[in-house]
């Protein structure tokens, strides 16, 4: 049954390369992210009205006109922590609904490239989700400008959204291919990221006294120390399971 | 004489319990072409993603192009084109935008693109997104993002679905005979696709019931696959 001759497939102009390059890879990935974000406006818009009306619940429901120190921080990281899921719950909804996931397994190219195009997906739609509720948090719950303590929050955000960025690619990924995704997403997601919320919770206390105007403190290096361990070790984990999470 | 483009022996994969495909072996020449016939359910679908590596066969040896399934997947990724129900392309993208997206996951430069896009008519209407364009349309760029980069084996599901013959016509020198390249075709038209094909098997249940040169076929064969 083989073996019957066929003529010879003329060459065509594409050249394909096997292997187009970790970073192109990451480079293109993240383009098509951000801009079927930018047309459908499904993540961050949703992501940031959730945290600007959590403020103002708690603004109302405390009845207070400020708060500080842990409380300050507890609410700031609790609402930061349930937008985030938000935001990780639609990570892979379009690749896993548009065939998205099919079209990046026929590529030859590296598989982390998704693993590091999503978590930076996921960090991007955070900095804008704080650059929006950092400000509102302060208008609405500090009563005062955070002032001296924004250098260290700016840190402490950056710790801790590189580790909601990987924990939440990680375990959208493994939701993403089951039925009850939008259920299993945060159920997997809420205990991986409680270690995250008390380090940043923890590391912010102090600067929210200190942007108190009685208040004093610096930020908790101790707590960005473990933030800083936790992102390196489920980084790590990311990059070992990565792959197999998106094979059959 | 030059390796088969596929040989498959025993193949089997199930889902679960299921048992999607079972003993499924044979051998393609390359720039061959395998038209696969069968009632809905019986494993076309399912053989054309092992041969695409995007899901593992169960049991049984499975060479693609040289390369053996599943340990040596990545050497067949990039070689294989697929063209499924589903476009694998983004609704929120436009046609540009979306093989400019597959054309740097596979190292194929823009004019490549453009010179596609042209060929399936649809350069005047690829900056518009996908969402707003036809079935007819999404499925001509689906087969420019199939052969963007130039696969040695072209894996069809129903590849003429939702084209006219207009459109038929069209994509033919892309993924027709003319093409030159080794195809697994996915059919229910024996009308049509017999005349494309160089071996045909027919599954049903996820079994071989029909392997066999076409100049052996008898149509009626084919036709009893679907009672």
């Given at each position: 049954?083989?073996?019957?001759?066929?003529?010879?497939?003329?060459?065509?102009?594409?050249?394909?390369?096997?292997?187009?390059?970790?970073?192109?890879?990451?480079?293109?990935?993240?383009?098509?992210?951000?801009?079927?974000?930018?047309?459908?406006?499904?993540?961050?818009?949703?992501?940031?009205?959730?945290?600007?009306?959590?403020?103002?619940?708690?603004?109302?429901?405390?009845?207070?006109?400020?708060?500080?120190?842990?409380?300050?921080?507890?609410?700031?990281?609790?609402?930061?922590?349930?937008?985030?899921?938000?935001?990780?719950?639609?990570?892979?909804?379009?690749?896993?609904?548009?065939?998205?996931?099919?079209?990046?397994?026929?590529?030859?190219?590296?598989?982390?490239?998704?693993?590091?195009?999503?978590?930076?997906?996921?960090?991007?739609?955070?900095?804008?989700?704080?650059?929006?509720?950092?400000?509102?948090?302060?208008?609405?719950?500090?009563?005062?400008?955070?002032?001296?303590?924004?250098?260290?929050?700016?840190?402490?955000?950056?710790?801790?959204?590189?580790?909601?960025?990987?924990?939440?690619?990680?375990?959208?990924?493994?939701?993403?291919?089951?039925?009850?995704?939008?259920?299993?997403?945060?159920?997997?997601?809420?205990?991986?990221?409680?270690?995250?919320?008390?380090?940043?919770?923890?590391?912010?206390?102090?600067?929210?006294?200190?942007?108190?105007?009685?208040?004093?403190?610096?930020?908790?290096?101790?707590?960005?120390?473990?933030?800083?361990?936790?992102?390196?070790?489920?980084?790590?984990?990311?990059?070992?399971?990565?792959?197999?999470?998106?094979?059959? | 004489?030059?390796?088969?483009?596929?040989?498959?022996?025993?193949?089997?994969?199930?889902?679960?319990?299921?048992?999607?495909?079972?003993?499924?072996?044979?051998?393609?020449?390359?720039?061959?072409?395998?038209?696969?016939?069968?009632?809905?359910?019986?494993?076309?679908?399912?053989?054309?993603?092992?041969?695409?590596?995007?899901?593992?066969?169960h049991a049984g040896d499975v060479r693609v192009l040289g390369a053996?399934?599943?340990?040596?997947?990545?050497?067949?990724?990039?070689?294989?084109?697929?063209?499924?129900?589903?476009?694998?392309?983004?609704?929120?993208?436009?046609?540009?935008?979306?093989?400019r997206f597959h054309a740097r996951l596979h190292g194929v430069s823009?004019?490549?693109?453009?010179?596609?896009?042209?060929?399936?008519?649809?350069?005047?209407?690829?900056?518009?997104?996908?969402?707003?364009?036809?079935?007819?349309?999404?499925?001509?760029?689906?087969?420019?993002?199939?052969?963007?980069?130039?696969?040695?084996?072209?894996?069809?599901?129903?590849?003429?679905?939702?084209?006219?013959?207009?459109?038929?016509?069209?994509?033919?020198?892309?993924?027709?005979?003319?093409?030159?390249?080794?195809?697994?075709?996915?059919?229910?038209?024996?009308?049509?696709?017999?005349?494309?094909?160089?071996?045909?098997?027919?599954?049903?249940?996820?079994?071989?019931?029909?392997?066999?040169?076409?100049?052996?076929?008898?149509?009626?064969?084919?036709?009893?696959?679907?009672?």
């Amino acid at each position: 049954m083989s073996g019957v001759q066929t003529p010879q497939r003329p060459r065509e102009t594409a050249q394909p390369v096997r292997n187009a390059g970790l970073w192109r890879t990451v480079a293109a990935l993240l383009r098509k992210e951000l801009l079927v974000e930018l047309r459908t406006l499904e993540s961050v818009p949703a992501m940031s009205l959730f945290a600007l009306s959590t403020f103002v619940v708690f603004h109302f429901a405390l009845n207070r006109n400020s708060v500080e120190g842990d409380l300050g921080a507890g609410i700031l990281w609790v609402t930061l922590l349930f937008a985030a899921i938000l935001g990780i719950n639609r990570l892979f909804v379009a690749d896993a609904d548009q065939g998205g996931f099919d079209a990046f397994l026929l590529a030859p190219v590296d598989r982390s490239a998704m693993l590091i195009a999503k978590a930076l997906t996921l960090l991007a739609y955070l900095a804008v989700l704080e650059l929006i509720a950092v400000p509102a948090f302060a208008l609405l719950l500090l009563g005062a400008p955070l002032g001296p303590a924004l250098p260290g929050l700016v840190t402490t955000l950056v710790l801790a959204d590189l580790g909601v960025a990987v924990i939440g690619t990680l375990v959208a990924a493994m939701a993403v291919r089951t039925r009850a995704r939008d259920l299993l997403g945060p159920l997997l997601a809420l205990p991986l990221l409680v270690p995250v919320v008390i380090g940043g919770a923890r590391a912010t206390s102090p600067l929210l006294v200190q942007a108190h105007p009685a208040g004093v403190g610096g930020p908790a290096i101790r707590w960005l120390l473990t933030l800083g361990l936790y992102d390196l070790v489920f980084g790590l984990i990311a990059f070992a399971l990565f792959d197999f999470l998106l094979e059959d | 004489m030059s390796e088969p483009a596929l040989e498959l022996e025993g193949l089997a994969r199930h889902y679960g319990e299921r048992e999607a495909l079972s003993g499924v072996s044979l051998s393609l020449a390359a720039g061959q072409t395998l038209v696969v016939f069968g009632p809905n359910g019986a494993g076309k679908t399912t053989l054309l993603r092992v041969l695409a590596t995007l899901l593992r066969p169960h049991a049984g040896d499975v060479r693609v192009l040289g390369a053996n399934l599943p340990d040596q997947a990545w050497a067949v990724r990039g070689r294989v084109g697929l063209l499924g129900h589903e476009p694998l392309l983004y609704r929120e993208l436009t046609a540009r935008e979306n093989l400019r997206f597959h054309a740097r996951l596979h190292g194929v430069s823009d004019e490549r693109v453009h010179e596609l896009l042209g060929a399936v008519a649809m350069g005047s209407r690829a900056g518009e997104p996908l969402r707003t364009l036809s079935r007819g349309m999404v499925q001509r760029v689906a087969v420019a993002r199939a052969v963007l980069h130039d696969p040695e084996l072209l894996l069809l599901d129903e590849p003429h679905s939702n084209l006219d013959p207009a459109a038929v016509e069209l994509v033919a020198p892309l993924i027709g005979a003319a093409s030159g390249r080794t195809r697994v075709i996915c059919s229910h038209d024996p009308t049509g696709d017999l005349a494309q094909a160089d071996v045909v098997l027919g599954l049903r249940a996820g079994r071989p019931a029909l392997l066999s040169a076409v100049a052996e076929v008898d149509p009626g064969e084919i036709a009893e696959l679907y009672r």
